[in-house]
């Protein structure tokens, strides 16, 4: 049986310090949450994913590492620019094409395909991120996250109704695990456990806080 995939995306958040305590009441919690069926994927800032292995690895806990973006080159000189293959040291997985990577930093989808054949070169596996059910996604992707601009960071998440419908339409074209992220807290998210074709969940806000993180497992 596939596991249900829940991806912590800290965004722009967190020093060393708070990434430390995060860690350490997940691990002290981890004993209440039942993750037989559920895969859990952490998504940090790059500075944090050293230490974030570290944690994770004194405290063996099931829980894998993910960047939030790669370099659409590889290593060399390219001044600011952190590429698949140092990623792949802390790494397994990694986000490409966010909706706040496609609006604040304009990447094209050539861009994105370019960072989709980086990470398919150094053996990252990829969530990628699509905004509707009419871009398109490159062949190779691990995962697609369905992230509609309405939902994003606006408490409003989309309708299961509509987000069925997308998958659907996705499936058609796509063979692999769709995912949904927008605005999912756990409050809401037994309203999208019964879309027979979500495999998981892509979450932002309520992933800042331990608690607010260990809730949402529980629920889902």
């Not at 994927?41 to 790669?70: G, M």
């Not at 001044?79 to 930093?105: C, L, M, P, W």
């Not at 994105?112 to 969530?127: G, H, R, S």
């Amino acid at each position: 049986m596939d596991k249900k995939i829940i991806i912590a995306n800290w965004k722009s958040n967190k020093n060393t310090a708070q990434a430390e305590e995060f860690i350490r009441l997940f691990s002290e919690n981890i004993n209440r949450l039942n993750l037989d069926n559920k895969q859990i994927i952490l998504a940090p800032s790059y500075s944090l994913l050293y230490t974030c292995k570290t944690l994770i690895d004194k405290y063996n806990l099931p829980v894998s590492l993910c960047a939030q973006d790669v370099s659409s080159f590889p290593e060399g000189a390219y001044t600011g620019a952190v590429n698949a293959k140092q990623i792949k040291e802390f790494a397994d997985y990694t986000i490409i094409g966010h909706s706040e990577r496609r609006d604040y930093f304009s990447e094209s989808d050539d861009v994105l395909f370019k960072k989709v054949n980086e990470a398919k070169d150094n053996d990252l596996k990829i969530i990628y991120c699509i905004q509707n059910e009419n871009q398109k996604i490159p062949s190779g992707v691990a995962m697609v996250a369905f992230e509609p601009p309405t939902a994003i960071g606006t408490n409003n998440p989309d309708d299961p109704k509509h987000i069925e419908e997308v998958f659907s339409q996705v499936s058609k074209s796509y063979s692999g695990k769709i995912l949904y992220g927008g605005s999912i807290k756990a409050d809401n998210v037994r309203n999208y456990i019964h879309i027979a074709s979500c495999s998981g969940l892509l979450v932002g806000g309520a992933s800042l806080e331990a608690d607010s993180f260990i809730d949402l497992i529980k629920e889902w």
